[in-house]
């Protein structure tokens, strides 16, 4: 019963696999996902493709969105909700954990080789290989008390998924 209404973050710098990892998780535990990147005002899509990171100022509302979609998503259905965004810095977390304060977090961790490689070979997408390091620069890990599950990427995406539901099944038990 505990993971009808579960709320987990799937974190971590562009190219990380968030995406593919939160879209995996829901399949899995037959959660509802969402894809942060599509809460984004056209303006800092603009400016991500333009190869200009966001500041503090820009990704503030953009995450009170993704909190809101949270919540309205509590309130319609007791699935378990994976949430995909880089939620880069401890603060962008707590303003997540406004909608959900028991949200899990699952960062992904890579270095920036790997992750070079894959933005550099991703179609179609507004991000671009060129805000990897700023991307990097901005990235505050989980702090201890967060009681994140830290995970390397260089292994498959089902073999992180697997990682993140043991670690879910550990804290159960
Ligand atoms: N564990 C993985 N192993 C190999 N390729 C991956 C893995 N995770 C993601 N990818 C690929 O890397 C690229 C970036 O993944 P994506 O999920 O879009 O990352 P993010 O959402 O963090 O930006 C995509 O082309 C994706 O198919
Ligand atoms: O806060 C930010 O600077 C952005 O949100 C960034 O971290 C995020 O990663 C982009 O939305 C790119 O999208 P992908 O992470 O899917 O590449």
């Known amino acids: 019963m505990q993971d009808q209404a579960t709320v987990t973050l799937v974190m971590g710098v562009s190219g990380c696999g968030k995406s593919s990892v939160a879209t995996e998780l829901a399949a899995r535990i037959g959660g509802r996902l969402i894809e942060g990147d599509a809460f984004h005002p056209p303006e800092n899509i603009a400016r991500m493709a333009a190869g200009q990171p966001l500041d503090d100022a ?13 919540t309205a998503l509590q309130k319609a259905a007791g699935s378990p909700i994976v949430v995909a965004c880089s939620a880069l ?33 991703r179609e179609g997408h507004f991000m671009k290989a060129d805000l990897l390091a700023s991307q990097l620069a901005t990235l505050e890990v989980p702090e201890p008390d967060e009681g ?5 990427i260089d292994q498959p995406v089902a073999a992180i998924v697997d990682r993140c539901l043991e670690e879910t099944a550990g804290q159960r038990s």
């Open 58 to 70: 820009m990704r503030g509302p953009w995450l009170d969105r993704i909190a809101s979609e949270i």
């Open 89 to 121: 810095k401890r603060a962008y977390r707590d303003r997540l954990r406004s909608a959900e304060r028991s949200m899990r977090v699952l960062c992904l961790v890579g270095s920036e080789d790997v992750l070079r490689q894959r933005l550099e070979t």
């Open 148 to 152: 994140a599950t830290v995970i390397d």
